[in-house]
């Protein structure tokens, strides 16, 4: 028995076959372009759903599978008619449009009775902001409107004809009671909106239905193949990198970075979402997790190497060789405020700007990219001791993404944050993850806990110096005052 996942991203797709036993069989990723309409830009679902066809035919070759879980990026929706006809495409997450409705839900309904209900409060990012949008501006599209999908109950519905959306996901629409884990139909009711747009709500890891029979034909499958619920992408990552328990973390460190939080307990307090902060259902009951971001990670590192060095590399194989040979040992005093796209949790202000202080004409090129993996890690501190006020508790994390494979940035992380960083044998977290629900949902797993014993495997671990991180102190309190002390010349 073999179980396929698949990643659905912006722009690119990438699915992994598992064995039962917890075996990587194959792997393979293709990108799509974004669909460009006039001056915008939207998520491409004819690429998107092209691409899923494609690697389950490579899954076909490589051995077959029972079951497929896709994990996707959020917020991102079709709008579709009676017919199943598009009637507007998906708008990115980054879109202002519906920057003006988010601010009119706030208004309407007050901060803190949305965030206790939603875990969250309104933004332009969210699906409801954007439906409003679309109601407030193109009345005569959405008056036709029959479903709203985001992308996972969207691949899934064209998969099974069934729409069907897990807590996590339907989180981030901006319209779902993350207690009673259904869509508020008391908010929806109020703004004229039906709950029945959207797909229906069933835990993580739920069995959707059978591939539809036309489609296991054209692309070879035989006999039973199920779709079984997936998730957000951050709460797949999570799942992927072992985090099934209040305290379990997971630092995605991409171009932008998610260090993502397990809790027991659902926080109330509204400050926290006044800082950026959401409160998500997570796949295990009981248990809800939050996003800590910063939006500039791997995209500052690519800066550096690109803009400012060209990418020189002396005489070593690589840029990376190069730079992290020449580092020195110890905390530079360098530092670097790493909001070169503005700044994320905890601070909310788009318009911040990035900074370096405490240069001379000693310092080095080593040392201002080791400054950068400093004030990266510093931002992900201050990070996880302001959500831990609400209850989120960081004592270890698991590195994923691109960042994960620079040994030097995860012992700094390790230093700075004091905690244990481990990664993964595979840095595809949310793959993992879809297979763990696979594995519970095909009864190979009693729970996500025997699950993540039997699939997620790791490599390497980094423990904090106690020297070192007692050396770094001077330099994060310095850090932890630094945003507050250049705003005022943005």
């Keep these: 028995m073999n179980f396929l996942s698949l990643d659905v991203g912006t722009t690119c797709c990438k699915c992994q076959l598992f064995s039962e036993e917890g075996r990587i069989v194959a792997y393979h990723s293709e990108e799509y372009p974004l669909r460009t309409v006039g001056a915008e830009r939207y998520v491409d679902t004819d690429e998107i759903f092209s691409r899923i066809k494609d690697m389950m035919r490579f899954a076909v070759a490589a051995g077959g599978f029972s079951s497929v879980c896709i994990s996707s990026i959020g917020e991102s929706f079709v709008l579709l008619d009676r017919q199943d006809g598009m009637l507007f495409p998906p708008m990115l997450y980054t879109d202002p449009r519906g920057e003006e409705e988010a601010g009119a839900l706030l208004r309407q309904f007050g901060a803190q009775a949305l965030f206790s209900r939603l875990g969250l409060l309104p933004q332009s990012m969210f699906s409801l902001s954007k439906l409003l949008w679309i109601r407030n501006h ?77 489609l296991k034909k054209e692309l070879g ?93 002396g005489e070593d194989d690589s840029f990376f060789a190069y730079i992290e040979r020449r580092m020195r040992e ?52 201050l990070n996880a001791e302001t959500a831990k006020r609400y209850g989120f508790r960081v004592e270890s994390a698991v590195a994923t993404g691109g960042g994960a494979n620079s040994t030097a940035w995860l012992q700094i992380k390790a230093d700075i944050q004091n905690i244990p960083v481990r990664t993964l044998r595979s840095s595809e977290g949310g793959l993992c993850g879809c297979a763990m629900l696979q594995a519970v949902a095909a009864g190979v797993c009693a729970d996500l806990t025997s699950a993540a014993a039997r699939f997620v495997q790791y490599k390497d671990v980094f423990l904090p110096d106690a020297a070192r991180h007692a050396a770094y102190e001077g330099q994060y309190k310095k850090y932890k005052k630094l945003y507050k002390t250049v705003k005022e010349f943005y």
């Design 138 to 214: 193109r009345p005569d599209l959405y008056a036709k409107a029959d479903k709203v999908l985001l992308m996972c109950d969207y691949m899934g519905y064209l998969l099974t004809g069934k729409c069907v959306i897990d807590p996590g996901l339907a989180s981030r629409t901006g319209a779902f009671d993350i207690a009673r884990r259904q869509f508020d139909g008391e908010l929806l009711g109020e703004l004229g909106i039906s709950p029945f747009l959207f797909s229906e709500p069933k835990k993580t890891g739920s069995v959707v239905g059978e591939l539809k029979e036309e």
């Design 221 to 313: 499958l035989a006999g039973s193949v199920k779709l079984v619920l997936g998730s957000h992408d951050q709460i797949c990552a999570a799942l992927g990198a072992g985090a099934v328990k209040a305290g379990d973390a997971v630092d995605g460190m991409g171009t932008v970075e998610c260090l993502t939080a397990v809790t027991d307990r659902k926080p109330s307090d509204v400050r926290m979402g006044a800082q950026g902060y959401v409160c998500v259902p997570f796949a295990e009951d009981g248990l809800y997790c939050t996003y800590m971001f910063n939006y500039s990670n791997g995209s500052l590192i690519d800066w550096y190497r690109k803009n400012i060095l060209h990418g020189y590399r």
């Design 330 to 381: 110890g905390p530079t005093g360098i530092l670097a405020l790493p909001y070169f796209a503005g700044a994320a949790t905890p601070y909310q202000n788009i318009s911040a700007k990035g900074a370096f202080l405490n240069l001379t004409t000693k310092t080095t090129d080593a040392d201002i990219y080791k400054a950068i993996l400093e004030g990266t890690s510093m931002e992900m501190r």
